[in-house]
């Protein structure tokens, strides 16, 4: 799942309906959502261990890819995340492909984080934090929350844990491209994907769902 689609999935949900579900849950795409973002990282980890041969290990995790592609297509499900993780994990595999070098399988990811992080960073600078654009959008709210200073800085911080979290996984994924540590490139992705992915989406929602209920209680006064 890609991180835009995981803040306006939350930013949706502001205040209506669930369906009995977590926000967060829905946002994540639900148990197939988090299982078609899991699973081929954790089959290249677990193949590449047990084979040492990351060819094999890339063709198994592009295969589970189309699986679940498939899947969503023959039960005519909402096909676009899973079409957008296949086209990444495609043009990955095309690349190491290309190159012969197994490592260049994981630059995709990595110029993802590089372009998303500088775009979040970039936002702040210029004064229109991301996280607001997206909410503000979403909630069909335009530009209001810019009005409000309180909103607008904490707009801001929110987007700069994302900016942090895209930092984080280039700090520890770039040295070990750098190094050719295909071991160690497949771990940390798995790692700093969802697992570190998470805590950041239902930090956001939390914040911004606070904004929400300020705004709420101040206009029953």
């Not at 041969?53 to 039960?75: E, H, K, Q």
């Not at 676009?80 to 012969?100: C, I, K, Y």
């Not at 050719?180 to 914040?207: E, H, M, R």
């Amino acid at each position: 799942m890609s991180e835009k689609q995981g803040v306006a999935g939350l930013a949706s949900q502001l205040g209506g309906s669930t369906n009995g579900k977590h926000p967060l849950w829905n946002a994540m795409g639900g148990a197939l959502g988090i299982v078609e973002t899991v699973l081929p990282g954790l089959l290249f980890v677990a193949v590449f261990t047990f084979t040492l041969n990351p060819w094999l290990a890339i063709w198994i995790s592009v295969g589970a890819s189309v699986l679940f592609t498939l899947y969503r297509l023959i039960r005519r499900q909402a096909a676009t995340q899973a079409l957008v993780g296949l086209a990444g994990v495609v043009l990955s595999a095309v690349l190491a492909l290309m190159s012969n070098r197994p490592e260049d399988n994981f630059v995709v990811g990595m110029v993802t984080n590089g372009v998303y992080g500088l775009v979040f960073l970039l936002s702040i600078l210029v004064g229109w934090p991301l996280i607001g654009v997206v909410v503000g959008l979403v909630r069909s709210e335009g530009t209001k929350w810019r009005q409000n200073r309180h909103h607008k800085r904490v707009y801001m911080g929110v987007t700069a844990l994302w900016v942090g979290m895209f930092s984080l996984r280039l700090a520890i994924e770039v040295p070990l491209y750098l190094a050719g540590n295909i071991a160690g490139l497949a771990t940390a992705k798995l790692i700093l994907g969802l697992p570190l992915y998470v805590p950041v989406l239902a930090l956001t929602w939390l914040i911004v769902r606070s904004l929400y209920r300020e705004k709420t209680s101040n206009s029953q006064k």
